[in-house]
């Protein structure tokens, strides 16, 4: 499998206290991964040193054949797409704006082309956001937000889509739909998903591998059956939980011990 990623002992930090300490993996093109632990662990900060939005780091991260670090923004746009955890927009753009904003990577003039408004109405169709077109931005809910960004990072016609807890301002009919979404493009397209998330079941149900993160290191990496043990699930999250496989087999499902 070709590698998307290399990271080599990759350490960052925001002030004087370290956030990432010497974290080394691979992740290879096509894989659908899960980065799961508690709040502060530095989840959110290695996904956003993966989409080049940190780049004062330590260490080596590779992006493909090419140093990160060395890439622009632009050429990083038209390979890699991010979904925050929340989109904040000043301006009284319509939804369907919002999405032709993620063809910006690819234009070449002043104008949308029809290559342009073709993919941005495949991503909303894709994402159930085409009846949101003409809607402003900031009178959707959180959940059509966040639909609305998706199709905005898939306009961008990414090879890697990496989402900071993407789910948050769902309901549990549109995180399985959300969730969904991104396993067809990773089985039809082969498109590398990186998803950051709190939650576990959810995660283990779509991601064929699970990186938890524990105090800016990895604590456990593998598939969602051989991090999602009752022993890793203490010393990551430090609660007792049972874990049990699924009915359909599609990975495990933890349930806090009472």
Do not use: C, W
Not at 5 to 16: A, E, G, H, I, W
Not at 106 to 132: C, I, K, Q, V, Y
Not at 230 to 254: C, K, M, T, W
Request: charged letters at 20%.
């Amino acid at each position: 499998m070709t590698a998307a990623y290399r990271v080599k002992d990759l350490q960052f930090s925001y002030s004087r206290t370290p956030v990432l300490q010497g974290i080394s993996t691979e992740i290879g093109r096509g894989e659908f991964v899960a980065v799961i632990g508690p709040n502060g662990a530095g989840k959110s900060t290695f996904l956003k040193v993966l989409a080049g939005l940190l780049r004062r780091y330590k260490g080596d991260v590779q992006f493909g054949e090419n140093n990160l670090a060395r890439m622009s923004a632009q050429e990083l746009a038209r390979q890699v797409a991010f979904v925050p955890q929340e989109t904040h927009v000043v301006f009284p753009f319509s939804a369907g704006e919002i999405v032709l904003m993620g063809r910006l990577p690819h234009r070449e003039g002043f104008f949308d082309s029809p290559a342009d408004l073709e993919g941005a109405n495949a991503a909303m169709e894709l994402t159930d956001t085409a009846a949101l077109s003409r809607k402003t931005f900031s009178e959707l809910s959180g959940g059509e937000r966040q639909r609305v960004v998706l199709a905005s990072a898939l306009a961008q016609d990414p090879e890697v889509l990496l989402l900071d807890e993407p789910t948050v301002y769902l309901d549990l009919k549109h995180q399985m739909q959300f969730y969904d979404i991104l396993e067809r493009l990773n089985l039809e397209r082969q498109m590398t998903i990186i998803s950051v998330t709190h939650d576990i079941n959810l995660a283990a149900r779509y991601a064929r591998r699970m990186i938890a993160v524990r105090d800016g290191r990895f604590a456990a990496d593998g598939s969602p059956e051989a991090v999602l043990t009752p022993q890793h699930l203490y010393e990551i999250f430090e609660i007792a939980a049972s874990v049990f496989q699924r009915p359909d087999g599609r990975g495990n499902y933890i349930v806090p011990a009472s």
